[in-house]
Nanobody
Framework: QVQLVESGGGLVQAGGSLRLSCAAS????????VGWFRQAPGKEREFVAQ????????YYANSVKGRFTISRDNAKNTVYLQMNSLKPEDTAVYYC???????????????????WGQGTQVTVSS
């Protein structure tokens, strides 16, 4: 099955930007919708954004709408999360995951996703 590796996290000041990458192995990447989730210590895993297989449909959590942009390049087997106007509240480990279209779960539910990357740390200082 597809394997995912996140990268691009780091330390940034409030108001700054980062671009996260989710690189996939396997030849079936383009058949999966992919989501980004984040988790801060002691908190629930939280939906951030999702992109459809072709990239034509995108969905965002209200907390990041207008600041974050999800995109994908299927030729490169990569999904991106452009993060602008970062806030300290965005500090978390960010994960990408493949969505199970048959899961019976909504796009914003973590239980609807099958394969997860290892995560990349994003820290936003005030």
């Amino acid at each position: 099955q597809v394997q995912l590796v996140e990268s691009g996290g780091g330390l940034v000041q409030a108001g700054g930007s980062l671009r996260l990458s989710c690189a996939a192995s396997g030849r079936t990447f383009s058949t999966y919708a992919v989501g980004w989730f984040r988790q801060a210590p002691g908190k629930e895993r939280e939906f951030v954004a999702q992109i459809s297989t072709s990239g034509s449909n995108t969905y965002y959590a209200n907390s990041v709408k207008g600041r974050f942009t999800i995109s994908r390049d299927n030729a490169k087997n990569t999904v991106y999360l452009q993060m602008n106007s970062l806030k300290p509240e965005d500090t978390a480990v960010y994960y990408c995951a493949t969505y199970r279209s048959y899961s019976g779960r909504y796009y914003y539910q973590a239980t609807g996703y099958e394969r997860w990357g290892q995560g990349t740390q994003v820290t936003v200082s005030s």
